[in-house]
């Protein structure tokens, strides 16, 4: 019964977010996609990381 | 009162259950689009598809599948694959960041919808655990900061002028 209470306060939840999601998404209906791929990532931070490894590892060899 | 971890997991898998199932519904009936927790085998899946990212899926799901709290969705259709992506919450809770985002290049039968698809899923879900805002975190290129921009992310700046990340409220 609590269980079933909890699900029903969560699609009420859930229905007044969407509601603005959705108003939202109407906004911006007509913005294109950018090509598909990938968009976020850690690949800046990954690059630097190897920036540094590289660095580093180049200090330790003199 | 003491929660533990499984009563917390169990929590936001509810979460996350109620925006997959509210997505597909809500605005995405038409496209027979299937929202889904990442599995592994949808991380090494991904890791086929031929980009030049310089991380791997299953690297990025190891990294955050132990957050309980974490936001990552799975978009299928007929079973295929199109797009996946993982969010965590702040500390606070009061922000949702996305960190990895990608679409399947190839064949992919949600073009120009994916985007939209995963925005209004993160916001939801945004909503759903009460955070404010929602950050697009280490966007791949400038190209796609103004993208985010028309989207309504306002981008945010280190003292070098480089994007950290974009954010919007929910």
Redesign the interface.
């Known amino acids: 019964m609590k269980l079933k209470q909890q699900d029903e306060d969560l699609n009420v939840k859930w229905a007044a977010v969407a509601a603005k999601n959705k108003k939202w998404l109407a906004q911006v209906k007509g913005v294109a996609e950018p090509p598909l791929g990938v968009w976020l990532g850690p690949k800046a931070k990954t690059k630097k990381a190897a920036a540094k490894k590289t660095k580093a590892a180049k200090s330790r060899s003199k | 009162m003491n929660i533990s971890l499984a009563q917390v997991e169990g929590k936001y898998r ?2 996350r259950e ?2 997959y199932r ?1 997505t597909e519904e ?2 995405y009936a038409a496209f027979g689009v299937g929202l889904h927790s990442i599995s592994v085998n949808d991380a090494l899946d991904a890791d086929e598809w031929p ?5 791997s899926w299953v690297q ?1 799901l190891r990294q955050y599948c132990n957050d309980p709290k974490r936001f990552d969705v799975g978009l299928s259709v007929k079973g295929r694959l199109c797009a996946l ?1 993982i969010g965590t919450p702040s500390k606070a809770g009061l922000s949702l960041k ?9 064949g ?1 039968p949600l ?6 698809i995963i925005l ?1 899923a993160a ?2 879900y945004a ?2 655990i009460g955070a404010t805002e929602v950050w ?5 290129n400038d ?2 900061v103004s ?1 985010y921009e ?3 992310y306002m981008a945010v700046r280190d003292k070098k002028n480089n994007v950290t990340h974009l954010k919007k409220d ?1």
């Open positions: 509810r979460f109620v925006v509210g809500e605005e980009n030049a990212k310089s991380w990025q992506c996305l960190h990895v985002l990608e679409g399947k290049p190839d992919n073009k120009g919808q994916v985007l939209k209004f916001h939801g909503g759903m697009l975190c280490d966007p791949i190209d796609l993208v028309r989207y309504g929910t």
